[in-house]
């Protein structure tokens, strides 16, 4: 009986530091985003590391839109090497509160839709920080294939304001 409260103390201390970790992180996203101008290729600058693009490396996504105002998304990359194996997956988004266009839901499988938010953007539209509702997710995005390293330590500076743990981030080789 004794070790059951312990396991249920340990799995309630966790949950609360993960609560309160996440909680402290701002996820608030661009208050106006012109969907028919983020449009189009971007390149992956860095992210955190998650199992679906673990090893890819020349990353990129493209979204295109469609006549009912949903969009067709492809991720594409590449196994361990800019050589390697290409990688393609189709998925598509949608906003599904035009009060809040910035807040995506974006789906690769059926029904099943995660966040998709964009957290920053150029007002020229050539760089966007891409997160969700978690703080497990985390991209850096540009127009071109590599980022000026100034305007990369200005984004991440913002990221660390905002809680984002920058140390998590990996970069993502691009061909140039």
Not at 20 to 35: A, E, G, H, N
Not at 128 to 133: C, F, L, N
């Amino acid at each position: 009986m004794g070790k059951i409260i312990v396991l249920t103390l340990l799995i309630v201390i966790t949950m609360v530091s993960c609560k309160s970790q996440s909680s402290s992180i701002d996820k608030s996203v661009v208050k106006v985003l012109d969907i028919e101008k983020y449009m189009g290729k971007w390149y992956e600058i860095s992210r955190y590391d998650h199992k679906f693009e673990r090893g890819l490396v020349g990353v990129t996504a493209t979204y295109f839109l469609n006549d009912n105002g949903t969009v067709r998304v492809e991720n594409a990359g590449y196994k361990q090497t800019l050589d390697g194996k290409k990688s393609l997956a189709i998925g598509k988004a949608k906003i599904p509160d035009n009060n809040e266009p910035a807040k995506l839901k974006v789906s690769f499988f059926a029904f099943f839709y995660a966040d998709y938010f964009v957290l920053d953007l150029d007002e020229n539209y050539q760089w966007a920080v891409v997160g969700s509702s978690s703080d497990k997710y985390l991209w850096i995005l540009s127009r071109d294939p590599k980022m000026d390293s100034a305007l990369y330590s200005e984004i991440t500076g913002k990221l660390t304001k905002r809680g984002y743990d920058i140390s998590k981030l990996i970069q993502v080789k691009q061909k140039t």
